[in-house]
Protein backbone atom coordinates (compact mmCIF):
# COMPACT_ATOMS: atom_id res chain seq x y z
CA UNK A 1 0.00 0.00 0.00
CA UNK A 2 1.56 3.25 -0.93
CA UNK A 3 1.03 6.02 1.77
CA UNK A 4 0.17 9.33 0.51
CA UNK A 5 2.06 11.97 1.59
CA UNK A 6 2.20 15.85 1.77
CA UNK A 7 5.15 17.64 0.11
CA UNK A 8 7.37 19.81 1.29
CA UNK A 9 8.13 23.06 -0.81
CA UNK A 10 11.50 21.70 -1.50
CA UNK A 11 10.27 18.46 -2.56
CA UNK A 12 7.43 19.85 -5.05
CA UNK A 13 9.14 20.05 -8.31
CA UNK A 14 7.63 23.49 -10.49
CA UNK A 15 6.64 23.48 -14.05
CA UNK A 16 8.15 26.48 -15.67
CA UNK A 17 5.35 25.54 -18.57
CA UNK A 18 3.64 29.01 -19.38
CA UNK A 19 0.04 29.16 -21.08
CA UNK A 20 -0.48 32.08 -23.60
CA UNK A 21 -2.30 33.97 -21.08
CA UNK A 22 -1.81 37.32 -19.43
CA UNK A 23 -3.96 38.97 -16.96
CA UNK A 24 -4.84 42.82 -16.86
CA UNK A 25 -6.16 44.34 -13.33
CA UNK A 26 -8.19 47.60 -13.41
CA UNK A 27 -8.05 49.18 -10.76
CA UNK A 28 -7.65 46.32 -8.05
CA UNK A 29 -6.39 48.66 -4.70
CA UNK A 30 -6.63 45.74 -2.73
CA UNK A 31 -2.73 44.51 -2.05
CA UNK A 32 -3.79 41.44 -0.57
CA UNK A 33 -6.19 40.71 -3.60
CA UNK A 34 -3.37 41.84 -5.99
CA UNK A 35 -0.96 39.67 -4.02
CA UNK A 36 -3.22 37.06 -4.54
CA UNK A 37 -3.12 37.50 -8.57
CA UNK A 38 0.42 36.85 -8.10
CA UNK A 39 0.35 33.84 -6.29
CA UNK A 40 -2.47 31.86 -8.78
CA UNK A 41 -0.56 33.83 -12.02
CA UNK A 42 2.68 32.07 -10.55
CA UNK A 43 1.07 28.91 -9.61
CA UNK A 44 -1.38 28.17 -12.91
CA UNK A 45 1.67 29.53 -15.77
CA UNK A 46 0.25 33.14 -16.62
CA UNK A 47 2.67 34.78 -18.80
CA UNK A 48 2.39 38.24 -17.70
CA UNK A 49 -0.01 40.39 -14.97
CA UNK A 50 -0.28 43.75 -16.21
CA UNK A 51 -1.59 46.10 -13.42
CA UNK A 52 -3.15 49.20 -14.25
CA UNK A 53 -4.84 52.64 -12.42
CA UNK A 54 -5.32 52.81 -9.08
CA UNK A 55 -4.05 49.18 -8.60
CA UNK A 56 -1.63 47.93 -5.95
CA UNK A 57 2.20 47.30 -6.93
CA UNK A 58 5.03 45.96 -5.35
CA UNK A 59 6.86 46.80 -3.18
CA UNK A 60 4.24 46.92 -0.96
CA UNK A 61 4.40 44.54 2.62
CA UNK A 62 0.39 43.36 2.71
CA UNK A 63 0.88 42.39 -1.23
CA UNK A 64 4.23 40.92 -0.74
CA UNK A 65 2.99 38.54 2.28
CA UNK A 66 -0.23 37.64 0.15
CA UNK A 67 1.82 36.76 -3.27
CA UNK A 68 4.75 34.54 -0.66
CA UNK A 69 7.51 36.46 -3.05
CA UNK A 70 5.73 35.24 -6.32
CA UNK A 71 5.84 38.99 -7.22
CA UNK A 72 9.48 38.25 -7.50
CA UNK A 73 8.91 35.22 -10.27
CA UNK A 74 5.54 36.35 -12.06
CA UNK A 75 6.58 39.11 -15.17
CA UNK A 76 4.67 41.99 -14.66
CA UNK A 77 4.10 45.41 -15.58
CA UNK A 78 2.35 48.93 -14.44
CA UNK A 79 0.37 51.08 -16.69
CA UNK A 80 -1.99 53.70 -15.41
CA UNK A 81 -4.35 53.98 -18.20
CA UNK A 82 -5.23 50.17 -19.01
CA UNK A 83 -7.28 51.75 -22.34
CA UNK A 84 -4.10 52.44 -24.29
CA UNK A 85 -2.84 49.29 -23.37
CA UNK A 86 -5.46 47.17 -24.54
CA UNK A 87 -5.54 48.70 -27.68
CA UNK A 88 -1.96 48.16 -28.09
CA UNK A 89 -2.03 44.83 -27.37
CA UNK A 90 -5.04 44.11 -29.29
CA UNK A 91 -3.02 45.70 -32.61
CA UNK A 92 -0.55 43.05 -31.87
CA UNK A 93 -2.57 40.32 -32.37
CA UNK A 94 -4.07 39.53 -28.56
CA UNK A 95 -7.58 38.41 -28.33
CA UNK A 96 -9.12 40.26 -25.24
CA UNK A 97 -11.20 38.61 -22.97
CA UNK A 98 -13.08 40.58 -20.17
CA UNK A 99 -14.62 38.47 -16.87
CA UNK A 100 -18.10 40.13 -15.93
CA UNK A 101 -21.53 39.98 -16.24
CA UNK A 102 -23.54 41.64 -18.48
CA UNK A 103 -26.57 40.98 -20.98
CA UNK A 104 -24.21 39.46 -23.35
CA UNK A 105 -21.76 37.35 -21.50
CA UNK A 106 -21.07 34.05 -22.08
CA UNK A 107 -20.30 31.07 -19.27
CA UNK A 108 -16.82 30.86 -19.39
CA UNK A 109 -17.02 27.04 -19.43
CA UNK A 110 -18.85 27.76 -23.30
CA UNK A 111 -15.72 30.18 -24.51
CA UNK A 112 -14.10 28.71 -27.37
CA UNK A 113 -10.60 30.00 -27.42
CA UNK A 114 -8.27 31.24 -30.24
CA UNK A 115 -5.63 28.72 -30.94
CA UNK A 116 -3.03 30.48 -32.40
CA UNK A 117 -3.25 34.16 -30.03
CA UNK A 118 -2.30 34.91 -26.81
CA UNK A 119 -5.13 36.03 -24.50
CA UNK A 120 -5.66 38.64 -22.27
CA UNK A 121 -8.05 38.47 -19.04
CA UNK A 122 -9.85 41.85 -17.76
CA UNK A 123 -10.13 41.88 -14.42
CA UNK A 124 -12.01 45.12 -12.96
CA UNK A 125 -11.65 46.66 -9.81
CA UNK A 126 -13.40 45.47 -6.34
CA UNK A 127 -16.43 47.81 -6.55
CA UNK A 128 -17.09 48.53 -9.96
CA UNK A 129 -15.81 45.37 -12.36
CA UNK A 130 -14.90 45.99 -15.96
CA UNK A 131 -15.49 49.96 -16.89
CA UNK A 132 -17.43 49.73 -20.04
CA UNK A 133 -14.35 51.58 -22.41
CA UNK A 134 -12.45 48.11 -21.45
CA UNK A 135 -15.77 45.69 -22.43
CA UNK A 136 -15.58 47.39 -25.27
CA UNK A 137 -12.67 46.14 -26.38
CA UNK A 138 -13.22 43.09 -25.58
CA UNK A 139 -14.19 40.38 -28.27
CA UNK A 140 -15.76 38.52 -25.25
CA UNK A 141 -17.21 38.76 -22.04
CA UNK A 142 -17.73 35.57 -20.18
CA UNK A 143 -18.74 35.81 -16.61
CA UNK A 144 -18.61 32.32 -13.54
CA UNK A 145 -21.95 31.08 -13.41
CA UNK A 146 -23.55 31.84 -9.98
CA UNK A 147 -25.57 30.07 -8.31
CA UNK A 148 -26.79 32.45 -4.70
CA UNK A 149 -28.48 35.59 -3.96
CA UNK A 150 -24.86 37.49 -4.56
CA UNK A 151 -23.89 38.41 -8.47
CA UNK A 152 -20.08 38.49 -7.80
CA UNK A 153 -17.45 37.33 -5.62
CA UNK A 154 -13.94 38.31 -4.45
CA UNK A 155 -11.67 39.75 -7.67
CA UNK A 156 -9.00 37.62 -7.01
CA UNK A 157 -11.15 34.29 -6.33
CA UNK A 158 -13.18 34.91 -9.65
CA UNK A 159 -9.55 35.16 -11.17
CA UNK A 160 -8.68 31.54 -10.46
CA UNK A 161 -11.89 30.21 -11.27
CA UNK A 162 -11.63 31.60 -14.77
CA UNK A 163 -7.62 31.24 -15.15
CA UNK A 164 -8.40 27.45 -14.08
CA UNK A 165 -10.78 27.14 -16.76
CA UNK A 166 -9.22 29.09 -18.92
CA UNK A 167 -6.16 27.22 -18.66
CA UNK A 168 -8.06 23.86 -19.28
CA UNK A 169 -9.59 25.02 -22.05
CA UNK A 170 -6.00 26.09 -23.43
CA UNK A 171 -4.52 22.60 -22.39
CA UNK A 172 -7.26 21.01 -24.18
CA UNK A 173 -6.76 22.50 -27.70
Known amino acids: MTIDKQLTHREHQSQSAKFPL ?5 DVEDPANVGSLFRLADALGVEHLYLTGRSATPPNARLRRTARATEAHVSWSYGEDPLPLVQSL ?3 GVWVLSLEITNNSLDIRRV ?4 DRKI ?10 VCQALLDESAQTVHI ?12 MACALAVFELTNNLSAI
Open 112 to 115: TLPR
Open 145 to 156: PMRGHNSSMNVA
Open 22 to 26: CLLAQ
Open 90 to 92: KSQ
Open 120 to 129: LLILGAEDNG
